[in-house]
C-alpha cells in the first residue's frame, strides 16, 4: 500500500490493489487484512449462490448466441 496511510492504490482502501505489497502474494505477515469483512457460513453460501446463478445465466446467454452464429 503506498504510504502504508491505509487508502490503497487508488484511494479505494485496503485489498483494492493486485496484492503486489506484503500482504499479497502469499507473503502473509502482521496486521495485514486490516480493513477486510469475514463473512458467516450463511452469508458466504447466499453469497456463493447468487454468484452461481449469474454464471449460469451468463453460460445460457454464451449458449444462445453460439446457437444463433450456427444458423
Known amino acids: 500500500m503506498p504510504r502504508f496511510d491505509g487508502t490503497g492504490p487508488q484511494g479505494?482502501?485496503?485489498g483494492s490493489g493486485?496484492?503486489?505489497g506484503p500482504c499479497g502474494a502469499g507473503m502473509?505477515?502482521?496486521?495485514c487484512g486490516y480493513?477486510?469483512?469475514f463473512y458467516t457460513k450463511k452469508e458466504e453460501s447466499e453469497m456463493l449462490a447468487e454468484e452461481a446463478e449469474a454464471l449460469e445465466n451468463e453460460l445460457k446467454a454464451?449458449?444462445?448466441?453460439?446457437?444463433?452464429?450456427?444458423?
Open 18 to 20: 493486485r496484492g503486489m
Open 62 to 71: 454464451l449458449k444462445e448466441r453460439l446457437s444463433e452464429l450456427k444458423d
Open 28 to 31: 502473509r505477515g502482521a496486521g
Open 35 to 37: 480493513g477486510r469483512r
Open 12 to 14: 479505494f482502501g485496503a
